[in-house]
């Protein structure tokens, strides 16, 4: 399984981005959806995340301007986060726990890039 993460990009501040990840290869099941980011110099930190269909849960740094959805169906997650400022430039990675038919197994997307900048 691959995950394949889209929507980086250079984006002014105040403005919005949204994110996409999708699972490719075959999955008997996603449990956990899930973005994190990475900022220059700091560790990566989890952004937002769903378990199965449940309520999303999201970061305090987004609460308020972001909305995180998923399509089981399809295997992919969006996460649409507005009211962007300079900290939120870093690279977002997906992350989907995927059984595999044995096994739950952790899966990392590629980065995606997201600068905020006038």
């Known amino acids: 399984v691959q995950l394949q993460a889209s929507g980086g990009g250079l984006f002014q501040p105040g403005g919005s981005v949204g994110l996409s990840c999708a699972a490719s290869?075959?999955?008997?099941?996603?449990?956990?959806m899930a973005w994190y980011r990475q900022a220059p110099g700091k560790q990566r930190e989890l952004v937002a995340a769903?378990?199965?269909?449940?309520?999303?849960d999201l970061a305090p740094f987004v609460m308020g301007r972001s909305t995180l959805s998923r399509d089981s169906a399809k295997n992919t997650v969006h996460l649409q986060l507005s009211g962007l400022n300079s900290e939120d430039t870093g690279i977002y990675y997906c992350?989907?726990?995927?059984?595999?038919?044995?096994?739950?197994?952790?899966?990392w997307g590629q980065g995606t890039l997201v600068t905020v900048s006038s």
């Open positions: 290869g075959t999955t008997f099941g996603v449990r956990k």
């Open positions: 769903i378990i199965g269909d449940g309520v999303p």
């Open positions: 992350h989907m726990t995927v059984w595999d038919g044995d096994y739950w197994t952790e899966r």
